[in-house]
């Protein structure tokens, strides 16, 4: 299996490259290779994942004086020290892709947000740090793009029949999310690990910018860890 997850990386970094650098030529199978990367970024077949002890987690991390979540099976950099499991070099490889599609095809954001949001916000939760500040990157990425109104690319826009309306409705989706997205960024804000905390702070920094004055609501949640 390790060979299997080894090779799986590989080639999906590959794909990332390919994508990075040639975003229009490979519009044909860019639906495809989203829909895999987020089933391939909840690939962890040797954890099971339990959404209700989500709290106590954080109040174990609270209590280690270490870093990260239960530092006795992780390195300094938030990378698993048990080199048995290496499903996470998969699910980073998964997200990788899909930060690549955000960032060189950004007429493709709405229908990641209408499709996908939930599922990306859900995988915050996971329990690698490296992959973990990897999926808040490109969690950031998508509310950065969604925010962004550019000059019309003619190529881009020939292709893609991108607008300005359609790109100034991109956000909402995220918008009506707000009490979820803050709860779940509130939780790696958190962290002891630096890398996850700044990466979580970031994202909620900018998520507030896309929602404005409507994050007075939820100001008191995060203020604490700021």
């Not at 299997?4 to 490259?17: I, K, P």
């Not at 004086?65 to 698993?80: C, I, L, N, R, Y």
């Not at 007429?107 to 499709?115: E, R």
């Not at 300005?164 to 999310?177: C, D, W, Y």
Request: net charge negative; glycine share 4%; hydrophobic share 40%.
């Amino acid at each position: 299996m390790d060979e299997d997850n080894e090779l799986a990386e590989t080639a999906l970094s590959t794909l990332e490259a390919i994508i990075r650098k040639c975003p229009l030529e490979v519009n044909d199978y860019i639906a495809d290779m989203v829909s895999r990367s987020f089933e391939l970024c909840a690939y962890d077949p040797n954890y099971q994942y339990n959404d209700d002890d989500d709290d106590e987690e954080m109040k174990d991390e609270e209590d280690d004086d270490g870093e990260g979540w239960g530092d006795e099976d992780f390195s300094d950099e938030g990378m698993p020290e048990d080199d048995d499991d290496t499903s996470w070099k998969v699910r980073r490889s998964a997200v990788a892709i899909i930060d690549a599609v955000i960032r060189t095809r950004p007429d493709k954001v709405k229908g990641i947000i209408s499709q996908y949001a939930d599922i990306l916000i859900d995988r915050i939760k996971e329990r690698i740090d490296d992959v973990k500040v990897e999926i808040l990157n490109t969690f950031q990425g998508i509310i950065k793009a969604s925010m962004e109104v550019k000059e019309s690319n003619m190529e881009m826009d020939l292709k893609a029949q991108t607008s300005v309306q359609r790109q100034l409705s991109m956000g909402e989706g995220l918008k009506a999310k707000q009490a979820l997205i803050v709860k779940v960024l509130s939780k790696p804000m958190k962290s002891k690990n630096m890398k996850v905390k700044v990466a979580a702070i970031d994202t909620i920094s900018q998520y507030a910018l896309l929602v404005g004055f409507n994050f007075d609501a939820n100001f008191n949640e995060v203020w604490p860890e700021l």
